[in-house]
């Protein structure tokens, strides 16, 4: 505190100190206000005057003056100056200092006149008293003060009862008795008992005592005792009534006494008016606080006890004896609860509305104990009744409702009542708090209380409030919340199985956002139940309860059950949910009875079930997949598919499960995925399965009602409610595009992200997981949102891929949906606003508003690839595709067939039933005829729409593929970029991939080659089938399997083939420029060459399946097994490929029995089926048309040497067509194509599917050579069969070599066509012979020429031969390098040059040997030949003179030429003479039609054709590498293969000819039978070549 006397003043006090001083006392002094401030203020300035003095600074006379003057400012002066004289006589007393206690005396001595003896006497001590002269001797003082004390305390007052008359008491009573209704006052009746304790010497406290027991007999007079006890207690010493009410409680203590009601009110009223203080009277009450405590505690351990024996196993007849032990104990402590007077008067404070008494007394004990006993409870209830009833009475009463109002206390001292919101915070809500669960006593105020909350969230939900009203309601809000949490929901725990309650309590909870719902819910089932003794039990009562029932329940007795669960489930949801989830995940047959079961709950009860699924679906102590880490736990899918059937059957709000899912997703975790799998399959009827039949898949390119009635497997109906409200949480909580691009991402993010540790399997069962859920959903969201939701949330296609990373193939699933919706909306404006009716308006309208929705997307799909890839395909190409489905294609007519048939035989069941009632078979036939008539409505309308997409096809098509580079490239980029992303996306896209490239064929599509394409698919089927999921396998399968029908119905039929194939683009044969795709039906593949190629096919699908089932990888073998089994209706379809696939299969189900079962089991099913397919195989000779052995053809193998193998008679033909319309032109092909030929490499051989380039015919050759090799002489076959690997069929080993067969195909075409030539030239006797003998002539020149050149590279082979096989990987990295430096050097002619670097001279002579072939195979031809031989010359020369050769010199390759061609020049000359005229018509048919073309297409022709032509080499020298193929086996057949083709292009003439060629042909078998011994040294050396270069293309 600051010093009021400056030490100013004390210097000059006589100068200006004093009356300084004596103002600020008067002016203290006049400050009436007698409040403590200014007593104390004036306490403090005498203080520090006479502390002056006490150190010496003042004298004490001039003390004593100055407090002269001010001692009459107040009347208590002189009692305030006293006691400052107190305090300074203590401080004094304890100092050492002697001087500072004298003067402490003089200055009391000298004050001695201004304050009186006795008050002095009072304050001071006896010592100071004695010093001051004011007592003689203080130990006397003090002796008499105890004396005095003892007898005023500690005496008791005896009155003298005969002294005191009973007349009095009598009359004390008949005056507090009378009737006080008339003006009696407590006044009066007070002055009236002073007279009688005066005149009857009545003893005050007694009559006291009466006064109080009156009161008790009339509590209705409060107003008149209330008062008079207060004026009584003037007379009394306070204390006195509370000792008397004391001793009165005291009286009731006894272990049989019970105290009254009565006595508790008084107390109550006294306490309420503050006659008493509650902590005097709180001490006299029984029992004790501590006595309390340990009571509480008692009740939690029975608590805990009694679910322990709940939880225990008891068995049976121990049951009973402890059931009857507990009802003892039970009825033993029900006999007599203690009185408990603290309660009691608790309960009277309640009552009269006394709220800050009764609070602290509660608060003196445990929490909840108070309002735990029942009369507590109720009491505190009807406080709150009374305290809210006006603000109910105006918010709350629902409509209609009468109510019953109640009447407010009245005591003026009770709680204010509330009229609004903000009143409730200030006691209402703290009572709530203090009845806790116990509020269940009052339903009626339960309810109440929920609907004031109803009606708060109303206005709080309202906007129209200010800021500062917000700040209010936000605070109320959070108060609500704690209601609900520490009230509302304990109390509905302990209320008996109230539905309205339930019920009531929704009618708030619906107005809170889920997210604090779920957190109230979870608080109820984790910590409320631990807080109270009382819950703890109801827990262990609910859990016993459950289990009884869950024992019980069964499909039968759902209807018993399910009421049962629902009852239970009333007050204790949490509990009960959380034991029946903890039973479906173990026991998933209890799914379905619980289901059905859980028809009787409330709405509050389905939200509950709701967030304890998600609780138990988050429930981190649980593991996510079984202990082999290769499947999703049994737990997670049971709870999956509950969630499905529960959500789809009653009405659950699905926001927190669909958050959980993508929150989940944005933890990078796909497991919960499963989740919304099941709930969309169930709630939409949306079905993702790869077992669906072909029949299902038909019906699911149909419309709506069609992929209903027969695209699933279960007919899922009345899905309209349920996908509604799917779709109503997806749209109103934003969740439906964020799963989409969570679940595109999370798909890369399974394998990068969650895959790190897991086994391979289960990484794959986790990605199909997520992309079928990605699918499903995106097809719910596809058929249930409106255009405007679609196109609101869907971005466009750029956005999606390059901001969100969506895969393209994802992006464009999700925005299909939106295209078709975009454009059948502008058509259908369209055709609004210009009616004209005919197909061919219509069709216009509707290419017109496929061209306003999607020019933007084929702008925005540049930018998702690199600029290089639009020079194949164009944007317009690639959005067409990709934009397009199975609906758009065709329409399935057999499924709408199937469908309607199943309804006319319904139908028909229907009227044949006996049994069904008039009524009802009526309606049900009334739906069938419905749903038949929209389905043929249905039909009609795909229809029109698929017509009017071909038309728009139609118009599009020319400007699809640019094939700025080659074909070869163009199908690589369209199979890359648009058929094998998609063809393993879904069931339906694969179908889609397979007709989408059928039709691209029917559409004559330029720069298209059919064949390229089908070849690329089925050639190598490995990396594909390898790199798939499980689920994408399968898809893959079907996409191979709809692939293989449409190619298996062309090979059926000529008729077919010519129809649909005969006269196509596709099936051209030789690549021309991009301009000229028309042509010679030469040019076309006739249908005995595309059987050989089908046969091809089938042999490298049958090798590539080998393959992967020889591996013993896990993945290769799975995948190839789900794919065979797929295909299995159209392959295999020859007999030793079929065989060779059976010994495979048997020997996986016989290693994989123990080791992988689901291997085995895979293996198991695919062979039986194989068996079972075994009958419908056909031998290979019936499958594609083998000639009978001919011997010139083996002589011609002969001839032809190993390097005849190489290169395809069509392509020499083709070459010299070419030479001869332009000779100039190969110097220009040669600058173009080194720079495309670099390029070609690398594309043809990147895609292991190609197998040649020019698509079509590669196995014909080899299939005649091989019906060749069956029929060869024994010997041979001993060899083969020496170096057959166990499936070495003939055809393994000619696909052994890749490159080898594609030049075969093709020249198998040339002989086809070299046929059709022979056929038409006519052919006299003198010709024939002068054929037979050129035919000699040309043999014995190439046997000698084949000497030299097998010499020639038997040094190159040898050297090949010291490199051990094992390094072969090493040399191929090499090749691959020093290939793509050659690649840059060399200079290349025509369509002969092969990019592939390797001996160039048996190229070179191969070419010879080929031409030399060609010359002597038809006399029409030999003409051509011979004009075109010398250009040929020159242009081989050039082609060669870059080439490295390691062993021969250029020279002499060149001298080996130059004698050939000579030679036969002088052949063809003479046969040209007499073959002039048929010359010329054959140049007219192949040649004159180049030269007409003009320059510059030519130009890109022959760079086309350069570019083709090289590719078709680097394949034919690049064989496939199967390890398991003996080289020298395959350098064999390589020879054979090309001698027989020789054979075959002879054939026509053989026929003709007479015996006399037999001899010669004899002849030559001996030559043959030399030269192949030194082929067979020389060609494994040769293979290694090719293997090393094709590996390089790998």
Known sequence: MAALLPAEWIKNWEKGGKSEFVQLCRALSENKSHDSMSFRDIQQALYELAYHVVRGNLKHDQASNVLGDVIEFREDMPSILADVFCILDIETSCLEEKTKRDHFTQLVLACLYLVSDTVLKERLDPETLESLGLIKQSQQFNQKSVKIKTKLFYKQQKFNLLREENEGYAKLIAELGQDLSGNMTSDLILENIKSLIGCFNLDPNRVLDIILEVYECRPEYDDFFVPLIESYMYMCEPQTLCHILGFKFKFYQDPSGETPCSLYRVAAVLLQHNLIDLDDLYVHLLPGDNAIIEEHKREIVEAKQIVRKLTMVVLSSEKTEEKEKEKEKEEEKTEKPPDNQKLGLLEALLKIGDWQHAQSIMDQMPPFYATSHKPIAIALCQLVHVTIEPL?????????????????????????????????????????????????????????????????????????????????????????????????????????????????????????????????????????????????????????????????????????????????????????????????????????????????????????????????????????????????????????????????????????????????????????????????????????????????????????????????????????????????????????????????????????????????????????????????????????????????????????????????????????????????????????????????????????????????????????????????????????????????????????????????????????????????????????????????????????????????????????????????????????????????????????????????????????????????????????????????????????????????????????????CGNYPGFLTILRATGFDGGNKADQLDYENFRHVVHKWHYKLTKASVHCLETGEYTHIRNILIVLTKILPWYPKVLNLGQALERRVHKICQEEKEKRPDLYALAMGYSGQLKSRKPFMIPENEFHHKDPPARNAVAATVQNGPGGAGMPTSLTINTVKLDEGNTEETDKLKEKSQGVVKVTNKTVNAAPKVTTSNGNSASNSKIIKEKDDKEKSGKEKDKEKKDKTPAATPEMKALGKDGKDKPKEERANKDDKVREIKEKTPKSEKEKEKVKKEEKASKEEKSKTIVTIVESKSTVEKEREKEPSREKDVAKEMKSKENAKGGEKMPVAGSLKSPVPRSETSESEREQKRRKVDTHSSPSHSSTVKDSLNELKDSSAKHYINHTTPTLSKSKEREVEKKDLDKSRERSREREKKDEKDRKDRKRDHSNSDREVPQDSTKRRKEENGTTGSSKHSKSESPSDSPRLNEKEKEKNKSKSSGKEKGDSIKAEKMEKSSSGSKKESRHDKEKAEKKEKRDSTGGKEEKKHHKSSDKHR
């Not at 009875?593 to 679906?617: F, G, M």
């Not at 499903?776 to 679609?790: I, M, P, R, W």
């Open 392 to 1060: 109910y009475r105006r918010v709350g009463v629902p409509k209609g409702a009468k109510g019953s109002p109640i009447s407010s206390l009245p005591n003026k001292r009770a709680p204010k009542q509330a009229d609004s919101f903000e009143d409730l915070r200030k006691e209402v809500f703290n009572m709530l708090c203090y009845l806790g669960p116990h509020l269940s006593h009052d339903p009626i105020l339960f309810a109440k209380v929920v609907r004031l909350g109803k009606a708060f969230m109303k206005e709080f939900q309202s906007d129209g409030s200010k800021q500062e009203d917000k700040e209010k309601m936000e605070i109320l809000f959070s108060c609500l919340l704690s209601i609900t949490d520490q009230v509302l929901l304990p109390s509905l725990s302990l209320m008996d199985c109230n539905a309205c309650m339930s019920e009531e309590l929704w009618g708030m909870f619906k107005t809170f956002p889920y997210q604090y719902r779920y957190r109230l819910y979870g608080q109820w089932k984790n910590e409320t139940y631990n807080s109270h003794p009382l819950l703890v039990k109801v827990k262990a009562q609910t859990i016993d309860r459950a289990k009884y029932i869950m024992k019980r329940l069964t499909k039968e007795n759902v209807k018993p059950s399910g009421r049962q669960i629902g009852k239970l489930s009333h007050s204790n949801p949490t509990i009960l949910f959380d034991y029946i989830l903890s039973q479906i995940q173990k026991y998933d047959n209890l799914i379905t009875p619980v289901v059905d079961s859980l028809k009787y709950l409330t709405s509050l009860n389905y939200d509950v079930l709701a967030y304890c699924i998600i609780e138990a679906l988050a429930n981190p102590e649980k593991e996510r997949m079984k202990h082999d880490d290769t499947t999703i736990s049994s737990w997670l899918q049971s709870l999956a598919s509950f969630c499905g059937a529960v959500f789809r059957k009653y009405p659950i709000e699905l926001a927190g499960l669909l958050q959980y899912v993508a929150n989940q997703l944005k933890a990078g975790k796909s497991f919960d995925l499963l989740i919304l799998k099941e709930v969309v399959q169930k709630m939409a009827g949306i079905e993702i399965t790869e077992e669906m039949t072909m029949e299902q898949l038909e019906a699911m390119t149909g419309g709506e009602q069609l992929k209903a009635e027969g695209g699933y497997f279960g007919q899922i109906r009345n899905t309209k409610k349920s996908s509604q409200r799917l779709k109503d949480a997806l749209l109103d909580h934003d969740l439906a595009l964020p799963l989409c691009l969570l679940m595109a991402q999370q798909r890369n993010g399974v394998i990068f992200q969650e895959g790190g540790e897991k086994h391979l399997k289960l990484v794959g069962k986790l990605y199909d997981q997520c992309h079928d859920t990605l699918v499903q959903f995106g097809g719910f969201l596809a058929s249930n949102l409106s255009t405007e939701d679609y196109i609101k949330r869907v971005p466009s296609i750029d956005v999606l891929c390059n901001e969100f990373h969506t895969p393209h193939d994802a992006a464009f699933f999700l925005s299909r949906p939106m295209y078709a919706h975009h454009i059948s909306s502008k058509y259908d404006e369209l055709k609004k606003a210009e009616k004209g009716n005919k197909q061919q308006h219509k069709v216009h309208k509707y290419i017109t508003s496929c061209e306003l929705v999607m020019a933007p997307v084929h702008d925005a799909v540049i930018s998702l690839h690199l600029p290089k890839v639009w020079d194949d395909i164009s944007p317009q190409f690639y959005a067409t595709f990709w934009s397009l489905t199975m609906y758009d294609l065709a329409v399935p007519h057999s499924s709408y067939d199937r469908e309607v048939n199943k309804l006319k035989v319904q139908m028909k069941a229907i009227d044949d039933n006996q049994e069904m009632p008039p009524n009802k078979k009526k309606k049900e036939k009334e739906r069938c005829t419905a749903l038949q008539d929209k389905l043929l409505e249905e039909e009609k309308k795909q229809l029109e729409h698929v017509q009017r997409v071909l038309q728009r096809l139609k118009l599009e098509k020319d400007n699809w593929l640019l094939a700025k580079s080659t074909k070869n490239e163009t199908i690589t980029k369209f199979l890359q970029l648009c058929i094998f992303p998609r063809c393993i996306f879904s069931a339906i896209d694969a179908v889609y991939c397979a007709h989408f490239v059928e039709l691209v064929h029917q559409q004559k599509t330029p720069n298209f080659s059919t064949l390229l394409c089908y070849d690329r698919v089925f050639s190598d089927i490995i990396y594909t089938v390898a790199s798939c999921t499980e689920n994408e396998a399968s898809r893959y399968g079907r996409f191979l399997c709809c692939m293989l029908e449409t190619v298996t119905r062309w090979h059926s039929d000529r008729v077919i083939y010519e129809k649909e």
